[in-house]
Nanobody, 113 residues
Framework: QVQLVESGGGLVQPGGSLRLSCAAS????????MDWFRQVPGKQRELVAR???????DYADSVKGRFTICKNNADNTVFLQMNSLKYEDTAVYYC???????WGQGTQVTVSS
């Protein structure tokens, strides 16, 4: 059993930055591969970024060069640093454990002027 709690969403102007956090409990965090997904109403949930247990990361083309995902195994947290935010980044962002059905509750990110 893994519990995931996201935080850090909010309202930001285009070009601004936000940092999302996901605190995990209930498993051996260092061995987990972690994802950030996002979803807008009427669309499928899409993978934004993935960090593997060795620290390497993959990104959706739409966020490459703007977003950074990283894990802190010391405090069981995964982060998503989002820079140069665009209107189209507006979505609910979810933390997820790769290969499982464990999801966080989601945090809203709204990019608006």
């Amino acid at each position: 059993q893994v519990q995931l709690v996201e935080s850090g969403g909010g309202l930001v102007q285009p070009g601004g930055s936000l940092r999302l956090s996901c605190a995990a409990s209930g498993s051996i965090f260092s061995g987990l591969h972690m994802d950030w997904f996002r979803q807008v109403p009427g669309k499928q949930r899409e993978l934004v970024a993935r960090v593997w247990s060795d620290g390497s990361a993959d990104y959706a083309d739409s966020v490459k060069g703007r977003f950074t995902i990283c894990k802190n195994n010391a405090d069981n947290t995964v982060f998503l640093q989002m820079n140069s935010l665009k209107y189209e980044d507006t979505a609910v962002y979810y933390c997820h454990v790769f290969g499982t059905a464990y999801w966080g509750q989601g945090t809203q990110v709204t990019v608006s002027s």
